[in-house]
Antibody, heavy 125, light 107 residues
Framework: EEQVVESGGGLVQFGGSLRLSCAASGFTFGNYWMAWVRQAPGKGLEWVANIRRDGSAIHYVDSVKDRFSISRDNAKNSLYLQMHSLRDEDTAVYYC??????????????????WGQGTMVTVSS | AIQMTQSPPSLSASVGDRVTITCRASEDIRNELSWYQQKRGKAPKLLIYAASSLQSGVPARFSGSGSGTEFTLTISSLQPEDFATYYCLQDSNYPRTFGQGTKVEIK
């Protein structure tokens, strides 16, 4: 069975750090772009960051640039999100997401076809 | 960042109704848009990618259309399991941005 399982969430103080992990299984992890998407309590979805199959390209939403770092270890089938200088607005469920990247007409699209159950990060001030 | 505006924010409908949700982009995103369904307490589920391509395993009552700045998700005959919140997501530019969601409730 294909799955991704997040871990590492918890309660952290304002300004603190946390590292999220995502363990992938049941598929060839290194063949896929991966992403983190978060959802604050009672709010909508927010794309946070993504990383190319080999880690050679990375993108972030502006609000986390210079504070968060996405990385992957294809040998360990794992995705990570290192978070520093955490703020109240970072409180959310963080989802690890696989991008199946379907192609058509020479263009690759985002398609987040596999989601984890999420891990909750709570920033306490 | 590209702004994605969904309408309506919520709607009430009955089983068997045809439901249409609209997503508007603040600039031309060609057909670089996907749709997701999220039920309470669950992770989102991919329905549509590239504006109109149905994800494998998704019932054919779901369809997507549009290009440029205006897109629609249509449920041709609403089923009890379709009551959920729906989100669009643009993948034309970074950062990727979601719409704010449309909650479909039982009338």
């Amino acid at each position: 069975e294909e799955q991704v399982v997040e871990s590492g969430g918890g309660l952290v103080q304002f300004g603190g750090s946390l590292r999220l992990s995502c363990a992938a299984s049941g598929f060839t992890f290194g063949n896929y772009w991966m992403a983190w998407v978060r959802q604050a309590p009672g709010k909508g979805l927010e794309w946070v960051a993504n990383i190319r199959r080999d880690g050679s390209a990375i993108h972030y939403v502006d609000s986390v640039k210079d504070r968060f770092s996405i990385s992957r270890d294809n040998a360990k089938n794992s995705l990570y999100l290192q978070m520093h200088s955490l703020r109240d607005e970072d409180t959310a469920v963080y989802y690890c997401v696989r991008d199946v990247s379907p192609s058509s007409g020479g263009r690759y699209y985002d398609a987040f076809d596999l989601w984890g159950q999420g891990t909750m990060v709570t920033v306490s001030s | 960042a590209i702004q994605m505006t969904q309408s309506p924010p919520s709607l009430s409908a009955s089983v068997g109704d045809r439901v249409t949700i609209t997503c508007r982009a603040s600039e031309d995103i060609r057909n670089e848009l996907s749709w997701y369904q999220q039920k309470r307490g669950k992770a989102p589920k991919l329905l549509i990618y590239a504006a109109s391509s149905l994800q494998s395993g998704v019932p054919a009552r779901f369809s997507g259309s549009g290009s440029g700045t205006e897109f629609t998700l249509t449920i041709s005959s609403l089923q009890p399991e379709d009551f959920a919140t729906y989100y669009c997501l643009q993948d034309s530019n970074y950062p990727r941005t979601f719409g704010q969601g449309t909650k479909v409730e039982i009338k």
